[in-house]
């Protein structure tokens, strides 16, 4: 898949010192930071007998997602039915979609897709849902696991109660086409709580809603063969909780300002570092202590605030959004800003949101560009 940044930077590949004339703004991976936080996460998974199904929302690509799947994962997640479609489409393999597909067009796509991608799964939270996929199933001539999505408390997707749980599942089974694979329980909104100690009581607390379901299940007869949810906020605390047997984790390999804002590991350092940057270039300095860099509200998510400066800019030095494409870096008191043609790196605030106004990952080592990875499922969010 080429993109606008293979036209422009294929010539800087291997080239030393080629990652300084890399036109910005850049959406830039350090390789040797983001291949530490892939296997580190493998590594902890392996060691406490989880299965590791990434998020692939966080990335969006299948270069990652087969890096992910070597270093042992099962395979990866995609929060929604495009995402899946490119991934499947580029040879990925394992996936589960995580958002429920509703009855309408999509169920005839997720049929079709089930035809072409081995071992995919997709959750489902209402009756109505079951009995559209069920008959588009059968028209496609395919199979499909679904997962019975479990509302944690947040009420955006997932069935509410235990009873509704038993009667998903049942329903599951009794569809043509479908196989009953387990539930999924994701606690989304707890894993950016900051302090471990806070963040580790809401997810037990919500954790003991799931071990009541589960505990339903079984006496139904439908205890599930895969537990699946959790995060990169909340990867230390599943596993000591004990009751997922598989992680979902995604933003570890990247990190961004969210989970640096985080005690992620109890009384340690956070195992994982920045990978992850938008690189940008000074455009104007005309001003004393300021700077404009052609990085603005296009370059990054903004629902959380402006982007921490990496590298590029004096110490103490801030960001502030100035318009469409530009963003203004005031130094402290005294100090110079960046010179007119400087690159300056931002961390940014949320990964997610800011890979998807990209085409490409430039992979870079040192000052070296290295490789560039295609987002496949940049904007696939239908």
Known sequence: METAAHRLHAPLIGRQGGRADLNTPALVLDLDAFTRNLETMAAFAAARGLALRPHAKTHKCAQIARRQIAAGAVGVCCAKLGEAEALADAGIEGLLITSPVPPGPGVRRLAALARRSPGLMAVVDHLAAVAALGAALVEAEAELTLLVDIDPGFHRTGVADADAAVALAQAIVAAPGLTYGGVQFYC????????????????????????AILARLSEAGLAPALVTGGGTGSHQIDAELGVLTEIQAGSYI????????????????????????????????????????????????????????????????????????????????????????????????HCDPTVNLYDAYHVVRGDTLVDIWPIEGRGRSA
Not at 259 to 278: G, K, R
Not at 294 to 321: H, M, N, V
């Open 188 to 211: 989304g909104v707890q894993q950016h709580i900051g302090p471990y100690a806070d963040r580790r009581a809401a997810i037990a607390s919500r954790t003991e809603v799931l071990k």
């Open 254 to 349: 990247f990190m961004d300002r969210q989970y640096a804002d985080c005690e992620l590991v109890e009384a340690e350092a956070t195992p994982f570092a920045q990978s992850l940057m938008v690189e940008a270039r000074v455009v104007s300095a005309n001003h004393a202590g300021a700077a404009t860099v052609d990085a603005g509200l296009k370059a990054f998510s903004t629902e959380d605030g402006p982007p921490p400066i990496l590298d590029g800019a004096p110490q103490g030095s801030t960001y502030r959004f100035m318009g469409d494409e530009h963003g203004l870096i005031q130094a402290p008191p005294a100090a110079a800003a960046p010179a007119l043609g400087a690159v300056v790196r931002f961390a940014p605030p």
